[in-house]
């Protein structure tokens, strides 16, 4: 597939590259700075665009089968986070101009403002008011992909990433915020970046989740 990556540069984004190139995809990474990618691959093509520009962002849109976003935007204490809406905002102009009707993306367990009220008492109480006001845009993000009738959209919600390497462990998905232990089995509050690249690659192949978010991990 010819596939549009924006985040390419990012931790969780170079894995995301570097498997679609060896999976044989044709990618086009999409970055503010090129110097920052230091993948080089007859399939890869490195361009610089504005993330919040339609505009910007259409030519290098045009005659992609997805986009894939790893975007990420860091947590302020002093101001809300917009990050997340406004990039999507112009990633959904620029798809709707450029004729590309699917896009997966990544944000979060916990979005949902009430969805850690069952969450490990650390989590709760600490990390989550920490990262409030990302996962607030986060979540207005996939409030505003809801609303759309044209876009197949799905968004993926890994818990806490780690700098680790695809594995070939299963997959655990839930249609909700996080993923509930299942029959006696305990479920970790942390997953490698290179599996949730793994796992954004493996919706290509399927029709599962669109439209819908996914929480996820791996077992």
């Not at 192949?205 to 991990?217: D, E, I, Y």
Request: net charge positive; charged share 15%.
């Amino acid at each position: 597939m010819k596939i549009a990556v924006l985040g390419a540069t990012g931790q969780t984004g170079q894995y995301l590259v570097n498997q679609a190139l060896e999976q044989g995809h044709t990618v086009t990474a999409i970055v503010r700075n090129p110097a920052k990618l230091t993948v080089h691959h007859d399939k890869l093509k490195v361009v610089k665009a504005d993330i919040f520009s339609p505009d910007s962002l259409k030519p290098h849109f045009k005659g992609q089968d997805v986009i894939m976003s790893c975007l990420g935007f860091p947590a302020s204490v002093f101001s809300s986070v917009t990050g997340y809406t406004q990039s999507m905002s112009a990633m959904v102009s620029a798809m709707r101009e450029a004729r590309v009707n699917r896009i997966i993306t990544m944000t979060s367990w916990y979005t949902e403002p009430n969805s850690g009220a069952q969450s490990p008492f650390l989590i709760r109480f600490l990390l989550l008011p920490m990262i409030r006001r990302v996962l607030s845009n986060m979540y207005e993000m996939e409030q505003f992909l809801q609303k759309t009738d044209d876009i197949n959209w799905t968004v993926v919600r890994p818990p806490g990433l780690k700098n680790q390497s695809a594995t070939a462990e299963e997959f655990l998905t839930h249609d909700g915020y996080s993923v509930p232990p299942s029959a006696g089995q305990s479920v970790g509050g942390s997953v490698g970046r290179g599996d949730v690249a793994r796992f954004m690659l493996s919706l290509l192949n399927s029709n599962a989740w669109v439209k819908q978010g996914v929480a996820m991990t791996t077992k």
